[in-house]
């Protein structure tokens, strides 16, 4: 069993920055593709960023590009999301997620991890 704990998230103000993390235990980090989504009161979750296992690939969320960044600390078993320039349109519960699987797959697609942490509210003001 996989277990995730997200933490990080909080009030900002349009313009600011946060950094999430994502704790994982139970099993071995570097073997995980690792994700985030975030969702918005009545809307579905939706993908913000994903990392390979590697660390050699990153994917964004075309919302996002440019101000989020991913990244892992395999030695730590964490993965962190840099989030820059926050918007408004930002507010939402960010998820992280894992994919132990080795077939093929598509990184924004929820049903492709799993494993999925607790989520962690990030509110951004204006």
């Known amino acids: 069993q996989v277990q995730l704990v997200a933490s990080g998230g909080g009030l900002v103000q349009a313009g600011g920055s946060l950094r999430l993390s994502c704790a994982a235990s139970?099993?071995?980090?570097?073997?995980?593709?690792m994700g985030w989504f975030r969702q918005a009161p009545g809307k579905e979750r939706d993908f913000v960023a994903a990392?390979?296992?590697?660390?050699?690939?990153?994917y964004y969320a075309d919302s996002v590009k440019g101000r989020f960044t991913i990244s892992r600390d395999n030695a730590k078993s964490t993965v962190y999301l840099q989030m820059n320039s926050l918007k408004p349109e930002d507010t939402a519960v960010y998820y992280c997620?894992?994919?132990?699987?080795?077939?093929?797959?598509?990184?924004?697609?929820?049903?492709?991890?799993?494993?999925w942490g607790q989520g962690t509210q990030v509110t951004v003001s204006s």
């Open positions: 997620a894992a994919r132990s699987r080795t077939t093929n797959y598509d990184v924004a697609s929820t049903s492709t991890y799993d494993y």
């Open positions: 139970g099993r071995t980090f570097s073997g995980f593709v």
């Open positions: 990392l390979s296992r590697g660390a050699g690939s990153t």
